[in-house]
């Protein structure tokens, strides 16, 4: 609660649904971000369209979608499956082109993927099973060329510090369980100091205690380090505990149906009332049978 | 009717354990099973009766010329390696061979890295693979001597034929089974071209390079023999194969067989010692293999 005291201000935005762009995000570039202090924002994803082929079809994911990311934002897709939002997240990182519209960070337009933008997967497999622990959280240091090879493992072993692996350092993937190979994704992803931090359902393969225990890390690795966060999950409960601020996207084809703030929910308010009634609100407005006429808020 | 029958409410009991003392909780396996447990000791049993076997079945047929037995082919052996001739027929082979097999693995890497990285590149390799794979070296070999005459290079040339395609057949099936997130992790370093095939794709399809090594170094060694034995020596100097060819004609039997054993012999070496190693090395290491 207390770290977030300076957007305090904004919990009334919650409760009433704001429409996006209006009042609350003027609301909430007029309270600054504790880290930078900036108005515009950092990631911005401007009507952007995606679409896939398969061998009979092509099918449109997103459509036009528009979402304003600021700096040590927790910012969540939240949405059924088939609403496009691991696929949105897979264009951010540079995985997919849009077919329209465009994808900024920090100015510069996306164009592939690079090291600025570090994916943390919700699969096993995305440690190289030939690299130890720490060789792991150093690789894209040195893959990227981002800092030399004594540099790259101090860094590595400062962030395998932070998630608590330090024991297992030299260890191999295959000797870790699923939490301690996400942790080191995640030590991975924060080694590399990107200027957002991807992450797409990455504790959906865990067991629920494990996965408690890791939404708990990752909300302490923020305070602490003020990354900013793009978060992908269809779990109403882990939008409201991780994020600071969640999208609403419909699915076939994923629009953005709204923006709710959450930034003062923690994990202790998971049993309250004003959760509850959160979680309910949310679940209400992604699984009604057919959407409102006033809430659709990308422009047709 | 059944769902009128409920289950009896029990009392509920909790009850402080004492430390268990009755037997250690670990014991150690009897001697007997854990000598077991050796695979060289089974795989030794397994050769030593072979020998007994083959040393009856000689005592039986009674003709040294058809058939010698493991003891006189191990004289034999004994003999040739001391007189040094066998080492010098051991060394030729192996030079020659050594020189064919590295070629057809760099020509099959530069090959399955155009084909993980262009469409013509992959067309290319599976068309190549599906014509010459089947095609036996030694088919070659009447072409290779018209070519290159007689000499390594011939050899060479069918030796290249005999590993490049399984070696690239199977190192481009590994690459295609790097998973997805893998290369995604790789991409999202920043990784691309050659650096992204060094060091994610090869290293990921490590156990499937492996494994088209073996059968490289397989196809590639049957092949060089076969090949000694069709056209044996250059100017004087030949291999294994020449070795068995020649004794073979002037009725050594013993010496025939103790050409073969050396064959399988450093066959199983370069499988024990060094793929077993390179594999505990990496891939069993890794734990991508079990």
Known sequence: ??????????????????????????????????????????????????????????????????????????????????????????????????VEGEIRLDGGVVRGPGPDRIVVFQEFDQLPPWKTVLQNVAFPLRAAGLAGRREAEARARHFIDKVGLSRFADSYPHQLSGGMKQRVAIARALATQPKVLLMDEPFAALDALTRRKMQEELLSLWEEVRFTLLFVTHSIEEALVVGSRVALLSPHPGRVRGEVNCHDFTLGDIGSRAFQAAVQRLHGRLFEASPEPETPSAPR | MNQHVLPPIRPEYDRALAPYVEAPVARALPFATRL???????????????????????????????????????????EGLISGELLERMRISLQVLAQGYLIGVLLAFGLTTLAVSTQTGRDLLSTLTAMFNPLPAIALLPLALLWFGLGAASLIFV????????????????????????????????????????????????????????????????????????????????????????????????????????????????????????????????????
């Not at chain 2, 030593?48 to 009856?56: I, M, Q």
Request: net charge positive; aromatic share 10%; proline share 5%.
């Open chain 2, 36 to 78: 077991w447990q050796q695979g060289w000791l089974r795989k030794g049993l397994i050769l030593a009766a072979l020998a007994l076997g083959w040393e009856a079945a000689a005592a039986w047929q009674y003709n040294d010329l058809l058939l010698p037995g493991f003891r006189a082919t191990l004289s034999a052996l004994a």
């Open chain 1, 1 to 98: 609660m207390t770290l977030v005291a300076a957007r305090e201000a904004l919990a009334v935005n919650r409760a009433a649904d704001a429409p996006p762009g209006s009042a609350a995000r003027t609301g909430r570039s007029a309270a600054p971000p504790v880290a930078m202090g900036q108005t515009a924002p950092l990631l911005q994803i401007a009507g952007v369209s995606l679409e896939y082929r398969t061998p009979e079809r092509v099918v449109r994911a997103t459509h036009r979608i528009d979402l304003d990311i600021y700096a040590a934002d927790r910012f969540v897709l939240l949405g059924p499956s088939g609403c496009g939002k691991s696929t949105l997240l897979k264009a951010v990182a540079g995985f997919h082109e849009p």
């Open chain 2, 159 to 290: 030796l290249v034929h005999s590993v490049l395609w399984p070696v690239a057949l199977n190192t481009y099936a590994g690459f295609q089974g790097v998973p997805e997130t893998l290369r995604m992790a790789g991409r999202n370093y920043g990784l691309r071209g050659l650096p992204y095939v060094w060091q994610i794709l090869i290293p990921a399809a490590l156990p499937a390079i492996l494994s088209g090594l073996k059968i490289g170094w397989a196809f590639a060694w049957r092949t060089l023999i076969a090949a000694e034995l069709v056209f044996g020596a250059a100017s004087g100097k030949g291999g294994l194969g020449w070795y068995i060819f020649q004794n073979r004609n002037e009725l050594y039997t013993d010496r025939v067989f103790a050409g073969l054993l050396l064959v399988i012999a450093i066959g199983l070496v370069v499988e024990n010692l060094i793929f077993a190693t390179l594999e505990r090395l990496t891939v069993r290491r890794w734990g991508m293999v079990r």
